[in-house]
């Protein structure tokens, strides 16, 4: 799976997917991750990224043109990948997104939108729209990485091995959240582990484990 990142700021990317299983999943060659600087595709010779509004407004936009001739290059080296913008504006992002991008192991083109957005011509270009929360944040950055998290620990191989990305909160997009869990002491200033998960016994653990 080849994710392409389209940015202002690659820096924001390096801790986030040079860390822990985001790393691991690219160092077991299970994601391929490539960041295309928008600056690149910018016009003129200051590389012009933004333009302020048609009919005013506050802030600035970015234009169209490096926003779709850095999407066509991303295109030419995975033409079947599926373009991804975050936006306020999108669908609401969850675990069942997650799943189908994961099972459909698709190469994904993510565009990080900055300043006060972008001009609506680029949605042509785009596959599907999604909001992460309903908050707003400064850019897409942050919402690619959540998605990019939320999709690559669940490709085969990402996670130990164990049933982690089975047994866990919003299977079905629900409100249910994963049991709570302990590791040792067994006391820790008088909050003692739950004499149940002590006794050995697999389904009354099971069924504590159900109803919390
Ligand atoms: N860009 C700014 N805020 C966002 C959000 N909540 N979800 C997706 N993209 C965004």
Redesign the pocket.
């Known amino acids: 799976m080849k994710i392409q990142v389209i940015t202002l700021f690659p820096e924001m990317f390096t801790g986030v997917l040079g860390s822990s299983m985001l790393w691991k999943a690219a160092d077991r060659n299970i994601v391929e991750y490539e960041f295309i600087n928008l600056r690149e595709y910018g016009l003129g010779p200051r590389k012009q990224v933004d333009d302020t509004p048609y009919g005013g407004g506050d802030g600035m936009l970015l234009m169209v043109e490096p926003l779709v001739a850095a999407i066509e290059a991303a295109k030419a080296k995975c033409p079947e990948a599926k373009v991804m913008l ?3 504006r ?1 669908k609401l ?1 969850k675990q069942s997104d997650a799943k189908r991008l994961a099972a459909a192991t698709q190469d994904l083109i993510i565009i990080c ?1 900055r300043y006060e957005g972008y001009d609506e011509r680029v949605t042509k270009w785009v596959d599907e729209q ?11 950055e942050l ?1 690619a990485m959540i998605m990019i998290d939320s999709v690559v620990r669940l490709l085969p191989g990402v996670l130990g091995g164990e049933t982690s990305a089975e047994v866990e909160s919003f299977q079905d997009d629900d409100e249910s959240i994963e049991y709570p869990q302990y590791t040792r002491p067994e006391t820790f200033q008088d909050m003692k582990v739950p004499d149940v998960l002590l006794s050995g016994h697999h389904a009354e653990i099971a069924a504590w484990r159900k109803n919390n």
Not at 130 to 140: A, D, E, P
Request: aromatic share 16%; with cysteine; glycine share 22%.
């Open positions: 975050p936006t306020p999108g992002y939108p999604f909001c992460i929360g309903n908050y707003v944040l400064t850019g897409g919402p």
